[in-house]
């Protein structure tokens, strides 16, 4: 960063989270393998095998928050942000008991034609999604926690992707049970609940031209992530890229 960067104006909040609403240009709903999935152009082998490997990236999620939390000292924040945690590991709070989302995407599998077993032993997952999955734990666990928080707004971009396959897999892949897609219906209210908060923190903190440039490598980081993990998953499923 030169001198000149350093002192430019500080973007508006309306145009800061305008720019960071551009990167979703890079969402990997964009990326060959959904398009594919998406399309209706996928094999069994295809869907199942982009199932077991996005298990390896819904175990992280819950690990990546814990991090974000222990690293914060906002109490506030951490208050909402379990909240998180309890969306993908489930709970069970007196009579009110909550399976989670890793559940609710295991029961996809098992709807998909994979079994339990081989979705939990993780023997499907390929390497490349696991370096880039790691590599975003690790980033939430080494960053300032309000980077890690940051990173997390790919979420802007996930309702949308979500309903597409609420809309398109039953039409195109009826052989999947209807049930196993629920996950995709309880993460479109829950993306846009999270988007709230994660995009408050992020419109506080990154308040000089430095900090929001800052904030929109973070996003491309994680936008990254996202689209590595589908590259590894096409190269070993035979989806041209």
Same mark, same amino acid.
């Given at each position: 960063?030169?001198?000149?960067?350093?002192?430019?104006? #500080? %973007?508006? =909040?309306?145009?800061?989270? &305008?720019? +960071?609403?551009?990167?979703?240009?890079?969402?990997?709903? /964009?990326?060959?393998?959904?398009?594919?999935?998406?399309?209706?152009?996928?094999?069994?082998?295809?869907?199942?095998?982009?199932?077991?490997?996005?298990?390896?990236?819904?175990?992280?999620?819950?690990?990546?928050?814990?991090?974000?939390?222990?690293?914060?000292?906002?109490?506030?924040?951490?208050?909402?942000?379990?909240?998180?945690?309890?969306?993908?590991?489930?709970?069970?709070?007196?009579?009110?008991?909550?399976?989670?989302?890793?559940? #609710? %995407?295991? =029961?996809?599998?098992?709807? &998909?034609? +994979?079994?339990?077993?081989?979705?939990?032993?993780?023997? /499907?997952?390929?390497?490349?999604?696991?370096?880039?999955?790691?590599?975003?734990?690790?980033?939430?666990?080494?960053?300032?926690?309000?980077?890690?928080?940051?990173?997390?707004?790919?979420?802007?971009?996930?309702?949308?992707?979500?309903?597409?396959?609420?809309?398109?897999?039953?039409?195109?892949?009826?052989?999947?049970?209807?049930?196993?897609?629920?996950?995709?219906?309880?993460?479109?209210?829950?993306?846009?609940?999270?988007?709230?908060?994660?995009?408050?923190?992020?419109?506080?903190?990154?308040?000089?031209?430095?900090?929001?440039?800052?904030?929109?490598?973070?996003?491309?980081?994680?936008?990254?992530?996202?689209?590595?993990?589908?590259?590894?998953?096409?190269?070993?499923?035979?989806?041209?890229?």
């Amino acid at each position: 960063m030169n001198l000149s960067d350093l002192q430019q104006p #500080a %973007w508006s =909040r309306a145009e800061f989270e &305008a720019r +960071l609403r551009e990167k979703g240009k890079a969402y990997h709903i /964009h990326h060959p393998m959904n398009v594919l999935l998406n399309g209706g152009g996928a094999s069994r082998e295809q869907i199942r095998g982009w199932v077991a490997n996005r298990f390896y990236y819904q175990i992280a999620i819950p690990v990546k928050d814990a991090a974000i939390l222990s690293n914060c000292p906002d109490r506030e924040v951490r208050r909402s942000w379990i909240q998180r945690i309890l969306d993908h590991d489930g709970f069970q709070i007196g009579e009110t008991r909550d399976e989670g989302g890793i559940e #609710a %995407w295991i =029961r996809l599998g098992v709807a &998909a034609g +994979l079994t339990r077993e081989e979705i939990l032993d993780l023997r /499907h997952v390929v390497p490349g999604v696991r370096f880039a999955v790691d590599a975003y734990v690790n980033f939430a666990r080494r960053a300032p926690w309000q980077e890690a928080v940051c990173s997390s707004l790919t979420e802007l971009f996930a309702p949308e992707i979500h309903k597409q396959r609420l809309a398109n897999w039953p039409q195109h892949y009826p052989w999947i049970e209807p049930t196993g897609l629920q996950y995709f219906r309880n993460r479109v209210s829950q993306a846009r609940r999270d988007v709230e908060q994660g995009l408050q923190v992020t419109l506080d903190h990154f308040n000089t031209r430095p900090l929001q440039e800052r904030a929109l490598q973070v996003l491309q980081f994680k936008l990254d992530v996202l689209w590595s993990m589908n590259d590894a998953m096409a190269l070993r499923y035979g989806v041209r890229t």
